[in-house]
């Protein structure tokens, strides 16, 4: 049974960090494409970081790139999201996804075969 288990949401002001993680298990972690998709109220659900935990190969959307970093312990089965200079524009809905045995080579949400339950990010100004 396939479980991602999200953890490390909360509320912070402008400007503050928060550190997201993922726990996986149910298929092999260290051969697929791991991702955080995000989704603010009446918005569609974003796409911002990605990584194929083979290589270690990331890529961050423009919205967060020099703010985000994706990671990965394949020691632990995880996959973290660190997230600095935070804005309230980041306050959403938090997701972790997973495709196993796949490359990152599409980004859209209706790639990736499980989803966890999402953890909260608020961010006051």
């Known amino acids: 049974q396939v479980q991602l288990v999200e953890s490390g949401g909360g509320s912070v002001q402008d400007g503050g960090s928060l550190r997201l993680s993922c726990a996986a298990s149910?298929?092999?972690?260290?051969?697929?494409?791991m991702a955080w998709f995000r989704q603010a109220p009446g918005k569609e659900r974003e796409g911002i970081a990605f990584?194929?935990?083979?290589?270690?190969?990331?890529i961050h959307t423009d919205s967060v790139k020099g703010r985000f970093t994706i990671s990965q312990d394949n020691a632990k089965n995880t996959v973290y999201l660190q997230m600095n200079k935070l804005e309230p524009e980041d306050t959403a809905m938090y997701y972790c996804?997973?495709?196993?045995?796949?490359?990152?080579?599409?980004?859209?949400?209706?790639?990736?075969?499980?989803w966890g339950q999402g953890t909260l990010v608020a961010v006051s100004s």
């Open positions: 990584i194929y935990t083979g290589t270690a190969y990331k």
């Open positions: 996804a997973a495709r196993s045995g796949a490359t990152c080579w599409d980004k859209d949400a209706t790639f990736f075969t499980y």
């Open positions: 149910g298929f092999t972690f260290t051969t697929a494409c």
